[in-house]
């Protein structure tokens, strides 16, 4: 969605988009509470790799704090913050893959891929 050459505020804005769906496509169906815990485990395993992703996460209770990510994202550049924010995003996959299973996964996510994921141009010469 942001694209090559995006700076730090398009990536922040993209990765928080990005998550927005997520709760919006996962809440009806395992709750407000569990989505932010697997956002928790998420940036957790990120912080691995990124260890400043850790703050992001510190004294989360029953929502994902997106201010927070938002606001932490902006401190680091335009690579560090699309790298960290997509390997945040990577760990929640694979959570709830190992949770769900893949098909159920990408049955749930779909409309987010869909949201990530420009439409394919069209071709008018036919």
């Not at 995006?6 to 395992?30: G, S």
């Not at 893959?97 to 996964?105: Q, R």
Request: hydrophobic share 45%.
């Amino acid at each position: 969605m942001a694209g090559a050459g995006a700076d730090a505020l398009q990536i922040a804005d993209c990765i928080v988009q990005t998550w927005q769906t997520i709760e919006a496509a996962l809440t009806p169906i395992i709750g407000q509470r569990s989505v932010a815990t697997l956002y928790k485990r998420s940036f957790y395993l990120a912080s691995r790799r990124h260890p400043w992703l850790m703050d992001v996460h510190e004294g989360m209770q029953a929502s994902m704090d997106l201010a927070t990510l938002k606001s932490r994202l902006l401190e680091h550049g335009s690579t560090e913050a699309a790298a960290a924010g997509g390997a945040a995003l990577q760990m929640f996959h694979e959570v709830l893959t190992n949770l769900l299973g893949s098909s159920l996964t990408e049955r749930l996510l779909r409309s987010v891929w869909a949201d990530l994921l420009p439409a394919p141009a069209q071709d008018d010469s036919a």
